[in-house]
């Protein structure tokens, strides 16, 4: 590998020289030519963040790699999404690499949303500099993707594993585009595991200047009838929250919606506001399950009072209280997917407290692997599950080292 230093303004020239289908492609040829490296591949992560796919989808030196690849525990892609630090091991020609030497796996995140990892084979082991390059370029490749993915249907069609039902289309649609934030004073992740008949989970989240919104919904039934349900509900809150309006208005809006164009449908909701300045935190609870907190070391249930479910015709206010909100704590909010009577053999809370220092993105996700082990794959509710770490005010922590949440 050459000491040339990576030329961050040429590499963003080239991209957007690039129609947005070959950004990606732009981006490897450079960085090969740059560090000297080859056979530079982006590897996507699918919705349910359990395979990695290669882009581009038209790639020369394809032939004999695996696709997708699998992370599972103890290959160096899991270890690159799961710890969030560049690996680098023997290249095999069993794996497609023929002319071997080292391969090199960086994590291609931005803000805590892993998007996948970026892969290359060099000649001779990189040198720390040489490394601090590559994942200088990972970065890099990172806000990449997440722009071009805007223009192209090319990124969303190699993160699904199957063609989706209308109903999870809809559904999917209603998520956030990240699935992870860190944002300094917090880091928020999400995961959502739909049955085989989608039943209307959705989770969603925003930051302003001040304030964290965090929401989590469950719309009643199943197929299209419950993903129009919870369009409704997240298309309210969304027009309520982007307006400015304060939370017992969101909520009001979402139930209004409901009664207005939901043909009798409702839908259990919970929805959290949190002062980024102070940590004060306010609740509204439309007949969810109670969240969970991690509060050093111990996890028990948030008990908050329970309104009825938006929709519901006897309901007329929604209560906002005020629950306690520390730094170093960790709520998990979920859905009854998670507690079906199927998901018994499923221990929450130790789960909860065993995976405390692990990154929200990965714990969420332990959590979804662990509810599939529990029921078989059999899900008969959509299972939804959002972990809030709070670091508290004046905080930077932005670390994706599973290794501490600090």
């Known amino acids: ?110 803000r805590g949303d892993a998007i996948g990892v970026l892969e290359l084979v060099t000649q001779k082991p990189p040198t720390p500099s040489e490394q601090a390059h590559i994942a200088q370029a990972a970065q890099a490749l990172s806000y990449v993707v997440t722009i071009n993915r805007r223009f192209t249907d090319l990124f969303e069609w190699r993160r699904r594993t199957k063609v989706p039902s209308l109903a999870a289309e809809i559904q999917h649609n209603l998520l956030p585009a990240a699935l992870a934030v860190a944002a300094g004073q917090a880091t928020v992740a999400g995961a959502l595991e739909p049955a085989g008949d989608t039943a209307g989970d959705t989770f969603d989240y925003s930051l302003d200047e001040q304030a964290l919104h965090l ?19 997240v298309g309210a809150l969304r027009q309520t929250r982007r307006a400015a309006l304060p939370l017992p208005e969101q909520a009001r809006a979402a139930h209004r919606a409901l009664l207005e164009y939901g043909q009798g449908g409702t839908a259990t909701g919970q929805m959290l506001w949190v002062d980024l300045t102070d940590g004060r935190a306010l609740l509204v609870n439309a007949g969810h399950p109670w969240p969970l907190r991690l509060r050093a070391g111990h996890v028990a249930e948030v008990e908050p009072q329970v309104d009825m479910p938006f929709g519901n015709p006897w309901q007329d206010s929604y209560r906002v209280q005020e629950i306690s909100l520390h730094p170093g704590d960790r709520l998990v909010f979920l859905t009854d997917g998670m507690l079906e009577r199927n998901t018994r053999s499923l221990d929450l809370p130790a789960m909860i407290a065993h995976d405390a220092a692990q990154h929200p993105r990965q714990a969420v996700r332990s959590m979804v692997q662990a509810l599939r082990a529990a029921t078989a794959g059999e899900l008969l509710d959509d299972a939804t599950v959002v972990c809030l770490d709070w670091f508290g005010p004046g905080s930077s922590q932005r670390t994706g080292d599973t290794g501490s949440r600090r």
Not at 88 to 110: F, K, N, Q, S, W
């Open 215 to 233: 929401s989590i919904t469950d719309a009643m039934g199943h197929g299209v009838e419950s993903a129009l349900l919870a369009s409704l509900v």
């Open 1 to 110: 590998m050459t000491a040339r230093e990576l030329n961050l303004q040429e590499i963003l020239r080239a991209v957007e020289q690039a129609p947005p289908t070959s950004s990606v492609t732009a981006v490897a040829d450079l960085l090969a030519e740059q560090v000297d490296a080859r056979d530079v591949c982006f590897l996507i992560t699918d919705l349910a963040g359990e395979a990695l796919w290669r882009l581009p989808a038209v790639w020369t030196d394809r032939e004999g790699k695996p696709d997708p690849v699998d992370p599972l525990a103890g290959t160096v892609h899991d270890e690159v999404m799961r710890t969030q630090k560049l690996q680098i091991v023997d290249a095999h020609a069993h794996h497609g690499y023929e002319r071997g030497g080292y391969l090199v796996v960086a994590p291609v995140t931005t």
